[in-house]
C-alpha cells in the first residue's frame, strides 16, 4: 500500500543538527513532489519545505530558510531533511507528506505518521 | 506573507450541517484544500481542488471558495468527524505552502 515512514528524529541541543529521512512505498516516488510539514506541541500545522519531482526546485519557509535543507534520492525512494543551527522553536513532529500532482504545489494526500524533534539542552 | 484565518472553534450536533471558514485575501483565485487531523494522528486530506474529494472520503464533506472565503461544510455530522480541520492553499507569489489558523469541531 501506498506508505511513507519518517524516521531519524529524537533530542538535540540547540546549534547542532539532525537529519530526517522519509521513505517511500506503494507508489513511483520518482513521479510525485514532496513536502515537510511540522506541528509544534499544541500548535497548528506549518509547512516547511518543497522539493519537485526530480529535485529541480525546492522552497523553504522562511523560518528555516538558510539552515534546512531538502533532498531527495529517487533511487533509494527517499527523501531528506537536513537541519542545521537547530532552535528550541524548532520543537515539533515532522511530517513528510506527498504532492499530489507531480508538477505545481498542489494538496498533500499522503502522510506519513511524524518523527518528534526536541531541541533542548 | 499569505495568511489564512479560521474561526479556533464550531460545535454541532450530531446529525445537523458544520460550516467552517477559510478567509484570506482574495483566496477565491487560489485552490484550497481541507485537512482533518484527530488527536494523534497524522492530518488527512478531505477535499482539494475547493470542492473535489479523494476516494474514500463521504459524501458529507463538500467545500466552496469564493471571494475571500472558503468553506469546509461536514453534512449529517457524526461524533467520528470530532476533530482540528486545517484549510491550505500555496501561495505562488512567494512559493510558499500556507495553512490556516485551525479549527477544532466539536460534536455536541
Known amino acids: 500500500q501506498v506508505q511513507l515512514v519518517e524516521s531519524g528524529g529524537g533530542v538535540v541541543q540547540p546549534g547542532r543538527s539532525l537529519r530526517l529521512s522519509c521513505a517511500a512505498s506503494?507508489?513511483?516516488?520518482?513521479?510525485?513532489?514532496m513536502h515537510w510539514v511540522r506541528q509544534a506541541p499544541g500548535k497548528g500545522l506549518e509547512w516547511v519545505a518543497v522539493i519537485w519531482y526530480d529535485g529541480s526546485n525546492k522552497y523553504y519557509a522562511d523560518s528555516v530558510k538558510g539552515r534546512f535543507t531538502i533532498s531527495r534520492d529517487n533511487s533509494k525512494n527517499t527523501l531528506y531533511l537536513q537541519m542545521n543551527s537547530l532552535r528550541a522553536e524548532d520543537t515539533a513532529v515532522y511530517y513528510c507528506a506527498r504532492n499530489r500532482a507531480a508538477g505545481d504545489p498542489d494538496a498533500f494526500d499522503i502522510w506519513g505518521q511524524g518523527t518528534m524533534v526536541t531541541v533542548s539542552s | 506573507s499569505y495568511v489564512l484565518t479560521q474561526p479556533p472553534s464550531v460545535s454541532v450536533a450530531p446529525g445537523q450541517t458544520a460550516r467552517i471558514t477559510c478567509g484570506g485575501n482574495?483566496?477565491?483565485?487560489?485552490?484550497v484544500h481541507w485537512y482533518q487531523q484527530k488527536p494523534g494522528q497524522a492530518p488527512v486530506l478531505v477535499v482539494y481542488d475547493d470542492s473535489d474529494r479523494p476516494s474514500g472520503i463521504p459524501e458529507r464533506f463538500s467545500g466552496s471558495n469564493s471571494g475571500n472565503t472558503a468553506t469546509l461544510t461536514i453534512s449529517r455530522v457524526e461524533a467520528g468527524d470530532e476533530a482540528d480541520y486545517y484549510c491550505q492553499v500555496w501561495d505562488s507569489s512567494s512559493d510558499h505552502g500556507v495553512f490556516g489558523t485551525g479549527t477544532k469541531v466539536t460534536v455536541l
Open positions: 506503494g507508489f513511483t516516488f520518482s513521479s510525485y513532489g
Open positions: 482574495n483566496i477565491g483565485s487560489k485552490s
